[in-house]
């Protein structure tokens, strides 16, 4: 069971950057797919990237060029590095775990941690 704790949102101007964290409670294993995704008040949980253990990424198309994925596996940490940040990136970050080929589908993931709130005004 994989336990997943975000941090790193805040409150930031447009045009900003922020780096998320995203620290797992075990050894990310070969098999893991990690991402992160984001919800906006009153909207539907959206992938927003993630990557695998060959460290292959996928990005959602309105934050490609913005943002970027990483992970450190000697640290257990994944990072969502957000640049040129914008009012519409506002939203609860999560970051989530799977098993198997990476996707930005929240259906498919089964580990999730708590969320981080970023907010760009």
């Known amino acids: 069971h994989v336990q997943l704790v975000e941090s790193g949102g805040e409150s930031v101007q447009a045009g900003g950057s922020l780096r998320l964290s995203c620290e797992a409670s075990e050894f990310i294993y070969s098999s893991l797919c990690m991402g992160w995704f984001r919800q906006a008040p009153g909207k539907e949980r959206e992938g927003v990237a993630c990557i695998d253990s060959d460290a292959d990424t996928t990005y959602a198309e309105d934050v490609l060029g913005r943002f970027t994925i990483s992970q450190n596996n000697a640290k257990n940490t994944v990072y969502l590095q957000m640049n040129s940040l914008k009012p519409e990136d506002t939203a609860v970050y999560y970051c989530?775990?799977?098993?198997?080929?990476?996707?930005?589908?929240?259906?498919?993931?089964?580990?999730w941690g708590r969320g981080t709130q970023v907010t760009v005004s």
């Open positions: 989530a775990a799977k098993y198997g080929g990476c996707t930005l589908h929240a259906t498919d993931f089964n580990y």
